[in-house]
Nanobody, 129 residues
Framework: QVQLVESGGGLVQAGGSLRLSCTVS????????NAWFRQAPGKEREFVAA????????AHAGPVKGRFTISRDNARNIVYLQMNSLKVEDTAVYYC??????????????????????WGRGTQVTVSS
């Protein structure tokens, strides 16, 4: 079983920064994709960013590109989401997820919620104006 635990959420003013962490534990496969999703009240859960455990490239959703950065510390099994220049519209519950599918292309990252096998419980991020 795989466990994902998010932390680092909180209340911040617009223009501020937060760093979210996702600690991965349990019986994880050798190759998988880590991702962050978010869900605002009354909206669908949406893709934010993803990268492979093995490193290499990453993908970021359009609304966060240039402001958010996904990274990971393999030695500690932690995935981070550095969020800068936060906007009110970034307010949401942020979820960490793992996709264990092995894709043909190394630069492909699914942005579909249904592709992800394991999920954390989420951490709330609230950005005030």
């Amino acid at each position: 079983q795989v466990q994902l635990v998010e932390s680092g959420g909180g209340l911040v003013q617009a223009g501020g920064s937060l760093r979210l962490s996702c600690t991965v534990s349990g019986r994880t496969p050798g190759f998988y994709i880590n991702a962050w999703f978010r869900q605002a009240p009354g909206k669908e859960r949406e893709f934010v960013a993803a990268m492979r455990r093995s490193g290499g490239g990453s993908a970021h959703a359009g609304p966060v590109k240039g402001r958010f950065t996904i990274s990971r510390d393999n030695a500690r099994n932690i995935v981070y989401l550095q969020m800068n220049s936060l906007k009110v519209e970034d307010t949401a519950v942020y979820y960490c997820a793992i996709d264990t599918t092995i894709y043909e292309r190394d630069d492909y990252f699914s942005r579909q919620r249904s592709s992800y096998d394991y999920w954390g419980r989420g951490t709330q991020v609230t950005v005030s104006s």
